[in-house]
């Protein structure tokens, strides 16, 4: 196809799209023409700005300490559900707000390998997202575990096959992303999952990269754990807070090594001696950041609307756009396509490889077309379905295209 | 005095007190006629309101990766160091914004007992904060350490003395509050430090109830180690990020438990193999919460505007005048004052204790009147410098003492 059969093309996809009307619910992004970059940071809804304001002068400006115990310390465990219901498949009491990514992961890490005493490794990928290497790195030294690392597979993901080699009567847990921070390789969690089991091992998916815009199953999966971030298809803003799922049959052993008061069975007796709550909140250590974990809510409420499947439908009909013009136009001038062809085993974003990528994603963002540069050499497009349309889609490709010509 | 007195007497500081204007900068809280619980959760700043607002638009919404590189990867540090200078008498480079106070707390006494290798004993006192005992239980099970229990002294505080029992060469490590969450008791940080260190062991304080109302000099105090939360007298809204300072000389070692890719030392590399960044970013796990961490910064802008010793000194005269209104109103009823007469070793909050305390304490929320309950049976009057009135204390006491008559 050429660019102007390319560009019909994205305006006929945009006319049929049944969710379309979700992007006027986004805030405007002054001096932006196409922001390819929602699995990075997803953008903020309007809904929200107004909700930010209104809690700061209702909430916590009016209620004042009293909103605690009137709503904030149950937020965790509602949106957590919320969450788990929308877009997780996890029924109520396994998922809860907090933290970041990374000190979840800790968390949940570290309590798994101590359900499985007796075991000597964890098992990971190399490709597996920085954080979650680094953690594991971390937890392996302190408890004096060894770090198996499954060999990188097809677009730098893991199969149930590569799992299989990797786990054995050694394997303690092992620790895979759902979808693949950079190739957006979407791995087959229940079989990887059923492989980990058979091995009996348990397994921490992470689902940053999936949470929101590819569904997950985690109950009919039989997943032990899982964390991911709010940043990202789930539009709480930079930073915000991270959630965990663990499944009910591991709340009741799940060995909490940072021991905080609002995790404690009792937090306002503030009696001597941790004792942990029941249920998921026992995962909580801190303070709940009440005012981070305000904006997710807004886009999990968008979610349960539109629907997870019709949701997935359109992300994979956005990437499968996103291959088509990226191979009409740009392979042309040695462009490489990072990422799966086969839908069924690809995220909500792909990446292509060029040597000149890192120069033209500077020249890009300084014209308001924003996809996100990744090493050594790709250009990350993120497709957040509810807020991405299909003819931006096509003008950040076409950025491309006059960078690669130029 | 009398309650006519007391009243007038409230007036005439009000008008003599230099810091009065700042309490219009505060936004107004709806049906609440006093507010004594800013040790708990600090007013919101009309500017932090506003803040909020401009920054999803303008920030979040428009700038939205891109912000990363522009201003938010520096924000933890940027904050840090305002607050060490604002409140904390801490050089720039040891202080940083992130997590909450329960996982600080965690890392930094993790890294604390790693530097002192071949000793046994973490030093605690049983009046200190819930979090601050439960995270060391935990560790001391983790690291194979045994806890030391300083007993509780002269309202609930350490003393120098009663810590110079304590420590020994087994000491690794001492974990006090800088104020008692109950009872307001200020220890004298400076000698207990000194005492720690002379046994060879490393300190670790807790500041929660005192930055930004209570002076402190963490450099001149020689402290190792501290962390405090920013939603008290830092008003930074509902579980906020926390604060941790490392001084200079413990960052080269400081061993991070919970590694994650933003403490790294190029996180954009994404390399295998985690490589601590250089200085306080190494107490760094995940990504920054940023949206969480803006409101304190309008905080911490106020304080270096008024003075921290122009803070403190309003807050001893609101803690004073606290203390003579609850003498000469309460008492009769049978209240004790359970904080400090000594205005050098006093908070910015007092407790008083009555039997009837926890069903007063729910019948004044309901009219507006917003002090703490903390068992067995205390009423807690936190007293903001910059947004507390002696009016508005006086008003409090004097509802309380309509309760007790009736």
């Known amino acids: 196809m050429t660019e102007p059969e390319l ?17 006027d619910l986004f805030l405007e992004a002054e ?22 304001q209104e809690f700061v002068r209702e909430q916590w400006g009016s209620r ?20 788990g219901a929308a877009a997780l498949g996890a029924a109520a009491g396994q998922c809860i707000v907090a ?34 290497r680094y953690v594991m790195e971390g937890i392996a030294r302190e408890c004096g575990l060894t770090l198996r690392w499954v060999p ?27 979808v693949a921070y950079r190739s957006g390789y979407l791995a087959d969690a229940e079989a990887v999952t059923r492989v980990v089991h058979a091995a009996g091992g348990l397994v921490l998916w992470d689902l940053c990269h999936s949470a929101g815009a590819v569904p997950a199953q985690l109950d ?12 990202k298809y789930l539009n709480g803003g930079p930073g915000a807070p991270a959630w965990a799922y663990v499944a009910s049959r591991h709340q009741q052993d799940f060995a909490q090594p940072i021991q905080g008061w609002l995790g404690s069975a009792d937090p306002f007796g503030m009696a001597q001696g941790y ?12 303070t709940p950041p009440v005012l981070g974990m305000l904006p997710m809510q807004d886009m999990i409420s968008l979610i349960a609307e539109a629907g997870i499947d019709a949701v997935r439908t359109k992300s994979v009909a956005l990437t499968e756009y996103a291959l088509t013009a990226a191979d009409a136009l740009l392979a042309p001038y040695g462009v490489v396509v990072a990422s799966p062809r086969d839908p069924a085993r690809r995220g909500s974003h792909i990446t292509i490889d060029h040597p000149s990528f890192r120069a033209v994603t500077a020249a890009l963002w300084e014209q308001g077309i924003i996809p996100d540069y990744r090493n050594p050499s790709g250009i990350r497009l993120g497709l957040s379905p509810l807020s991405t349309s299909f003819e931006e889609t096509f003008r950040g490709i076409d950025a491309i295209l006059t960078q690669l010509r130029s």
């Open 275 to 286: 004792s942990p709550a029941p249920g998921i909140r026992r995962v909580v250590s801190g």
């Open 64 to 83: 004042l300490i009293r909103g605690w115990d009137e709503s904030w310390l149950e937020l965790p465990q509602r949106i957590g559900d919320a969450l």
């Open 220 to 231: 009919a999966w039989n997943v032990d754990y899982a964390v991911g971030c709010s940043y």
């Open 99 to 132: 933290d970041s990514t990374t000190v979840l992961l800790y968390k949940l890490a570290r309590a798994a390998v101590a359900a499985r005493p007796e075991r000597t490794e964890i098992v990971l990928d190399a490709d597996n997202f920085p954080t979650d």
């Open 7 to 23: 560009l019909v093309a994205a305006k006929d996809l945009d006319a049929a799209d049944p969710l379309a009307d979700f992007q």
């Open 31 to 52: 001096g932006v023409l196409s922001y390819l970059d929602g699995n990075s940071l997803g953008r903020p809804l309007r809904a929200t700005a107004e909700h930010l």
């Open 152 to 178: 990188a597979q097809y677009d730098g993901g893991v199969t149930a096959e590569a799992v299989a080699d990797a786990v054995g009567p050694q394997t303690a847990l092992a620790v895979f992303s759902h």
